[in-house]
């Protein structure tokens, strides 16, 4: 089993100007981070610019820039996950939700259109690794033009099994208290034959991908599988949660070519 793969990034939002800010990483697969590399997390910076305001059902190009503390342009990243950059975007009620992937153009420039279903506010989070640096996420809010929807209310889900891509999914978790290695387990049937699933594929070079975050958008955590090679039924996670609260829980796979996402909402005490 290759070792467990977590990432637990803690995240204060910043306002619509400037750069991304700060976070506050936990690595729990013990690489070896040192002193430096934390300093040289702590001190990347990064900025997001769209190339006219974004608005829902428009293209607008973003563009993300990665810079040291002196503003010298970093210039390598290590491929994480078989990307050089995760962006996660979510809208501030968690109701919307998208994984994607910047294409890298050279001297610390990314770029990539999201797509915004509807007006509001949005976070994204920008998470990448620079050469000889620790893992960093970045993040920023922004406001999307266009007609709003209402928000939706986020409600602890009282089913642990539900229906995505014809699939039947099952979720369980250790009991959800802070500061604590819980163990996330996706358990994945065929929803016709009620079959346990044996063949799921590599999404992005592990079994599955789970990310969580909480309902004020401040704590963000991106935890890889601690069984990688596994083809199913069964994904299992660890991470810990640093506050109580409400947390919305993401999980994504792929079979014969398809990924799909599944979501949990849960509270820990």
Known sequence: MKKLMLILSTITLIGLSGCGNNG?????????????????????KVSFTFNQNPKSGENSELVIKVKDSEGKTI???????????HLIVVSNDLSYFDHIH??????????????FPSGGKYTLYADFVPKDSA??????????????????????????????????????????????DITLSFTIKD?????????LQPYLGAIGHVVAISEDTKNYLHVHPMNEDSTGPEAKFMTSFPKSGMYKIWGQFQQNGQKFTVDFTVKVK
Not at 75 to 85: Q, R, W
Not at 103 to 108: F, M, V
């Open 75 to 85: 210039k390598d990243f290590e491929v994480e996950h078989e990307k050089l950059m």
């Open 135 to 180: 893992k960093t996420v970045k993040t920023k809010t922004i406001q999307v033009l266009g007609s709003e929807r209402s928000p939706v209310v986020l409600k602890e889900d009282q089913h642990q099994t539900k229906v995505v891509a014809g699939k039947e999914i099952s979720f369980k978790t250790d009991e959800l208290t802070t500061n604590k």
């Open 102 to 115: 910047p294409e890298y153009k050279g001297d610390g420039l990314f770029t990539i259109t999201p797509n």
């Open 191 to 199: 929803e016709k034959s009620k079959k346990p699933i044996r063949n």
């Open 24 to 44: 506050h990483h936990t690595e729990s697969n013990h690489h070896g981070m040192n002193h430096e590399k934390k300093e040289k997390e702590k001190q990347t």
